[in-house]
Structures are given as C-alpha cells and as structure tokens.
C-alpha cells in the first residue's frame, strides 16, 4: 500500500465518522481557547518571530485538540 493509498483511507474514516467535529463536541468548555494575531505585522516588515511565535500556536492548539 502506497502513502496515497493509506492517506485516502485516513481520510474517508475520519469523514465517515465525523472524527473532528466529535473532537469539537469531546472539548470540555473549560478548555476553549482563542488566540489573537493582531495586525499581520505590527512591528512593520515580517521576520521569523512571526512565523515562530503562529507555529508555536498552531502546535499547541493542534497537539491539545489530539489529546
């Protein structure tokens, strides 16, 4: 089986079973959380602490949403 193959698989489960949206529905409210950017760049031109500090926030809000 290819990596094609098993994405495919993956991914028609996670749609048949409606995993994130029961995923959503599993949260307990307590631990809702809403980031903020802001301007995309408030401090004039981009550098990598931009990039650094999203990924940062779309990890952790990524890893808690997978435990």
Do not use: C, W
Not at 27 to 56: C, I, N, Q
């Amino acid at each position: 089986m290819n990596q094609k193959e098993i994405y495919e698989q993956i991914h028609n489960y996670r749609q048949k079973h409606d995993i994130f949206k029961k995923s959503i529905e599993t949260r307990p409210k307590e631990l809702s959380v809403v980031t903020y950017d802001g301007p995309p760049f408030a401090s004039g031109t981009p550098h990598y602490g931009h990039g650094l500090v999203s990924s940062m926030k779309d990890l952790l809000g990524r890893f808690n949403t997978m435990q």
